[in-house]
């Protein structure tokens, strides 16, 4: 079982910026993902990584301020997230799909079977 554990979240002003983390127990030979939940609205899909860096943006509306990177060599995928707004509040969760499995499915796919506790993103304004 993988375990995923996020951390980077914090409470920042409009206009910030945050970069968060997840850090993976095992080497990462997956799909994996950023999801976020805003309180009362289901969760939505940020966008997906390929293990070679192959992007699959699930918000097109985010694209512009939200980056998903991996490395590799740190089990470690990444979210930077600027010019943060007040809707961005909500918790930020990342998920992976079962190891060797490199195709990012859809943002609703139960496919991602690996998910992270999540971490607490507040954007004020």
């Known amino acids: 079982q993988v375990q995923l554990v996020e951390s980077g979240g914090g409470s920042v002003q409009a206009g910030g910026s945050l970069r968060l983390s997840c850090v993976a127990s095992?080497?990462?030979?997956?799909?994996m993902a950023w999801f976020r939940q805003a309180p009362g609205k289901p969760r939505e899909g940020i966008a997906a990584?390929?293990?070679?860096?192959?992007?699959?943006p699930y918000a097109n509306s985010l694209k512009g301020r939200f980056t998903i990177s991996r490395n590799l060599d740190k089990n470690t995928v990444y979210l930077q997230m600027n010019d943060l707004e007040p809707d961005d509040t909500g918790i930020y969760y990342c998920?992976?799909?079962?190891?060797?499995?490199?195709?990012?499915?859809?943002?609703?796919?139960?496919?991602?079977?690996?998910w992270g506790q999540g971490t607490q993103v507040t954007v004020s304004s």
């Open positions: 998920a992976g799909t079962r190891q060797g499995y490199w195709i990012c499915p859809s943002s609703d796919s139960d496919d991602f079977i690996h």
């Open positions: 095992t080497y990462l030979n997956n799909c």
């Open positions: 990584i390929k293990p070679l860096g192959d992007v699959t």
